[in-house]
Nanobody, 115 residues
Framework: QVQLVESGGGLVQPGGSLRLSCAAS????????MGWYRQAPGKQRELVCT???????YCQYFVKGRFSISRDNAKNTVYLQMNNLQPEDTAVYYC?????????WGQGTQVTVSS
């Protein structure tokens, strides 16, 4: 089992940047595919970006060119760099670790984009 703690959320103006971090503990971090998801008020949780154990990345079309995902296996941490943030990016952002049929979620971090 793995424990996940997100950080780095906050209030930012449109066009601004934030970097989210997700620190993992309790298991072998390198085996997990890591993902960032988000859930806006009244909406379903949706996938944002993923990164495999081999560091292959994928991001959804609505954040491509603005967001990027990376991992530092030495620090057991995955990052989400978010640039050119827009009000529609406002949501709670969650980190997820997946290995085979097992998935583990963090508690989430709030990102609010507003002027």
């Amino acid at each position: 089992q793995v424990q996940l703690v997100e950080s780095g959320g906050g209030l930012v103006q449109p066009g601004g940047s934030l970097r989210l971090s997700c620190a993992a503990s309790g298991s072998i971090f390198t085996i997990y595919t890591m993902g960032w998801y988000r859930q806006a008020p009244g909406k379903q949780r949706e996938l944002v970006c993923t990164i495999t154990s081999a560091s292959s990345t994928y991001c959804q079309y609505f954040v491509k060119g603005r967001f990027s995902i990376s991992r530092d296996n030495a620090k057991n941490t995955v990052y989400l760099q978010m640039n050119n943030l827009q009000p529609e990016d406002t949501a709670v952002y969650y980190c997820k670790a997946t290995y085979r049929e097992n998935g583990y979620w963090g508690q989430g971090t709030q990102v609010t984009v507003s002027s």
